[in-house]
């Protein structure tokens, strides 16, 4: 049965959220113009994912920010808009400006790229090997804020290190970890190809002429990478093989460690890969839970150090 046939779970909800993303993407995207393509891209992809991500999160183009000032990170963040402000106090759904996110209040980091190219170093701003280590970046900064234990219910209350709570097999062992992904819309083999790379013979080949030049999955590696329409690198048991056509996915997370490591592995998705992206996205999101911010350390930071009531010397 072709995918154009099947009928999806959800009254065909993965189809119904694909048919959205391209709608968006030929209604707003004016290719025939001269404008930065990724810029466009970044914008569209906002107002896509404000229609379908619960107003508990915010959507932001912009920065990671930690308390003394480290900044990372240039594309799409998503945070806790509920209890927690951004920096740059921008209109919200103003997405034609940058913002500052602090790194207590963000879920998610999206690398966003309008074409990717699998091949290339760190030198080519287009290149797979510069979008992972953009992530990297991002992640690194956000493991630095304190862990949320697996105990806790909300931010304020928590069960106590007395009770024993296990993840399940393949997720983090702390509910704020941090997360990160790739999502481009086109593909090519290297920079400067005309031809984009569209089906998972055309991507799955790519990465095997790279001689086993592929980058390894690191710590602080992307938990998924979208490559077009079609494909996407997901993560996958070690037990299955990472490089076929069809591997079952238990967890969002790319957990290197543990009893039930992870690695990436390419996955077809004929016409519908964006959308199963932005799913991967909303089951990591399910899972997480965010810690406080430090308001009592803002505030003595502002008054010159801790805040005094009444007069001492009375």
Same mark, same amino acid.
Request: aromatic content about 8%; glycine content about 8%; charged content about 20%.
């Given at each position: 049965?072709?995918?154009?046939?099947?009928?999806?779970?959800?009254?065909?909800?993965?189809?119904?959220?694909?048919?959205?993303?391209?709608?968006?993407?030929?209604?707003?995207?004016?290719?025939?113009?001269?404008?930065?393509?990724?810029?466009?891209?970044?914008?569209?992809?906002?107002?896509?994912?404000?229609?379908?991500?619960?107003?508990?999160?915010?959507?932001?183009?912009?920065?990671?920010?930690?308390?003394?000032?480290?900044?990372?990170?240039?594309?799409?963040?998503?945070?806790?808009?509920?209890?927690?402000?951004?920096?740059?106090?921008?209109?919200?759904?103003?997405?034609?400006?940058?913002?500052?996110?602090?790194?207590?209040?963000?879920?998610?980091?999206?690398?966003?790229?309008?074409?990717?190219?699998?091949?290339?170093?760190? =030198?080519?701003?287009?290149?797979?090997?510069?979008?992972?280590?953009?992530?990297?970046?991002?992640?690194?900064?956000?493991?630095?804020?304190?862990?949320?234990?697996?105990?806790?219910?909300?931010?304020?209350?928590?069960?106590?290190?007395?009770?024993?709570?296990?993840?399940?097999?393949?997720?983090?062992?702390?509910?704020?970890?941090?997360?990160?992904?790739?999502?481009?819309?086109?593909?090519?083999?290297?920079?400067?190809?005309?031809?984009?790379?569209?089906?998972?013979?055309?991507?799955?080949?790519?990465?095997?002429?790279?001689?086993?030049?592929?980058?390894?999955?690191?710590?602080?590696?992307?938990?998924?990478?979208?490559? =077009?329409?079609?494909?996407?690198?997901?993560?996958?048991?070690?037990?299955?093989?990472?490089?076929?056509?069809?591997?079952?996915?238990?967890?969002?997370?790319?957990?290197? =460690?543990?009893?039930?490591?992870?690695?990436?592995?390419?996955?077809?998705?004929?016409?519908?890969?964006?959308?199963?992206?932005?799913?991967?996205?909303?089951?990591?999101?399910?899972?997480?839970?965010? =810690?406080?911010?430090?308001?009592?350390?803002?505030?003595?930071?502002?008054?010159?150090?801790?805040?005094?009531?009444?007069?001492?010397?009375?």
């Amino acid at each position: 049965m072709s995918s154009s046939a099947k009928t999806y779970l959800y009254q065909n909800y993965v189809k119904g959220l694909q048919t959205a993303i391209n709608s968006a993407l030929a209604t707003e995207f004016h290719p025939g113009f001269a404008f930065d393509a990724g810029d466009e891209y970044e914008v569209i992809m906002c107002r896509v994912l404000r229609r379908i991500l619960p107003n508990t999160y915010g959507i932001a183009r912009g920065h990671i920010v930690s308390s003394d000032g480290q900044s990372v990170g240039d594309d799409i963040i998503i945070y806790d808009q509920l209890r927690m402000p951004t920096l740059a106090l921008r209109t919200q759904g103003d997405y034609s400006q940058k913002e500052f996110v602090p790194v207590e209040a963000v879920y998610a980091y999206i690398e966003l790229k309008h074409t990717l190219n699998i091949k290339g170093d760190l =030198g080519d701003g287009q290149s797979l090997a510069k979008a992972r280590k953009q992530v990297s970046e991002a992640k690194k900064l956000l493991s630095r804020r304190l862990s949320v234990p697996l105990q806790q219910l909300t931010p304020m209350v928590t069960l106590g290190s007395t009770v024993e709570v296990s993840p399940p097999p393949g997720y983090p062992d702390t509910r704020n970890p941090p997360y990160g992904v790739i999502f481009a819309r086109n593909v090519r083999d290297k920079k400067g190809d005309r031809e984009y790379l569209t089906t998972f013979e055309e991507i799955r080949g790519s990465f095997l002429r790279q001689e086993g030049q592929a980058p390894v999955e690191s710590e602080f590696g992307a938990d998924l990478i979208l490559l =077009g329409g079609n494909v996407l690198m997901l993560p996958v048991s070690f037990e299955e093989d990472p490089a076929v056509e069809h591997s079952r996915a238990r967890s969002p997370f790319l957990a290197l =460690g543990g009893p039930d490591p992870h690695t990436l592995g390419l996955c077809a998705a004929d016409g519908h890969a964006p959308a199963m992206a932005i799913l991967f996205l909303l089951w990591a999101l399910e899972y997480m839970e965010l =810690g406080q911010m430090p308001w009592s350390s803002i505030l003595d930071d502002a008054s010159g150090g801790p805040i005094k009531i009444g007069d001492e010397d009375e």
